[in-house]
């Protein structure tokens, strides 16, 4: 650094001197339930932090305060963003790939990033930081990751007062790590989903090291809360419940790179959910890899109960849950959903084989005969449910007859949608060990007739739509066409209605007029304002 109050860099503050600053808070008052189980709640072995007590006392330490315009500023008015770039007014660019998690986490990047004082870049190519969400699932998203990389290296050469971050799953992963330092030294930093709330330290270590600053954490020491989140524009906003899974399905990578499980306290996720209706957020997503694991440690307190404290949050009109795990799905759980108005009628039941051999490799902990009676719980205490689920083929020693009985699950549940994967062997996953016989031809020709029937199945689901009225959030614009705005219904189904931006985000009616495999066209019934 040439220049800005990082001259004095030897009395930068040490690695731990953030972490000195710790913060517990109590539950929120006014929920009587959560406050008797206030005992219970202490018991929770990961301590809980506030996100503005640390950053304020790294900030301290180097001079800065946040300012009434809610940016980190020194004495002299310049913002943290512009000390450490030594330049006016830097902007930065963070690009997501992955789940709703990862996009949630990179709304808190963001949201840290705007409190330091970086403006907001269309691309990567106008900003002067870029951070890179990585995902760790798939081999095709870990490539796309790791090719923007590559990419950026020339971004770096033609402007290389740029700094380039790496953080995410992937990150998590030491041979990431590895292969960033020897194939990728323009990199300046790389981190992991376990200290992303640590960006402002992060960002300073960029910018005064000289090498790449690696500082990935196994695990995560604490649960950080009330971080600055840049949301996404609308009435939707997505809200953690549950970092991390504890299940090891024998395929994935996501409890190497997320950690054990994690609930967060409800009076925080209640207060979140608070705030968030008095900005004006109407729906929510409860978030996590396994959302109806939540719970643990916390002295019974369990996801229905949880979905039924965000349901008299006043404001908030529908709540949506993602992803829910088959195994950890009660029938105590549907009836909760059934009964709570607010709570929007999508099953998202990731199912992943029909077989119960295939079903056991992947150590999912239920056979098919109980996922379909978790569906018939479904279909009778929310007949009218849309159900989706998410399925692998190919996965190690599928024979034939395990895909047929794949096949057979999806005729007879009929669900309304599933994202359909070819098996992706991950580094460090028990199946990643194991003999895979299966040709990856008969692999990718399983995944072709699993989508074809898939299809159809959809098509005819959304056919049956076709002359209904139907309950729609109307979203923005659609990306093809200005003049059609996008919609959601209750189950999560895409509608396109003609329209201006006047009539986007607001809750109508749509009367369903045709039916597409992915997709409903329709029309508002609603005058704008009468929903
Ligand atoms: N926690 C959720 C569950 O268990 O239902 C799923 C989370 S995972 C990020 C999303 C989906 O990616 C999984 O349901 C699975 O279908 C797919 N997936 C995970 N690991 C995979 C792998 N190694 N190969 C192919 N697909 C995979
Ligand atoms: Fe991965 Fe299984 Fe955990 Fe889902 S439940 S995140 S598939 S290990």
Redesign the pocket.
Known sequence: MAEGPFAHAASAPSPGAVGRARAARGTRPGHDRLRAEGAALQRLEIPVVAYEARAQAFMAELGFSLGADGVWRDRAGRSYAEALAGRGRPTAFVRTW??QMNEADSEALLGQLLQMGFGEAGSAEEADLVLLNTCA??GTAAEHALGEVGRLKELKRERPHVRLAVCGCLTQMPETVAYLRERAPHVDLVFGTHNLHDLPRLLYRAYVEEAMTVDVWEAAPETVEHLPVRRAPGLKAWVNVIYG?D?H?T????PRTRGRERSRRPGDVLAEVEALAAQGYQEVTLLG??VNAYGKGLGGYDFADLLRDVARVPGIRWIRYT???PRDFTRRLVETIASEPKVCEHFHL?V?SGSDHVLRWMNRGYTRASYLRLIEWVRELVPHATITT???VGFPRETEADFRETLSLVEEVGFDNA?T??????AG?A?ARWEDPVPAEVKHERLARLNELQYAISRRKNEALVGRTVEVLVEGPSRKDPHVLTARTRGNRLVLVPGGPEQAWRFARARIAAAETWTLRGELVDAPGAA
């Open positions: 992955g789940c699932v798939r899974c299940k399905c395929y994935c990578i996501v890899q396994n992803t829910s795990h990731p992943q998410d399925i692998i994202f994967f070819v098996y992706s062997p991950r996953t199946a």
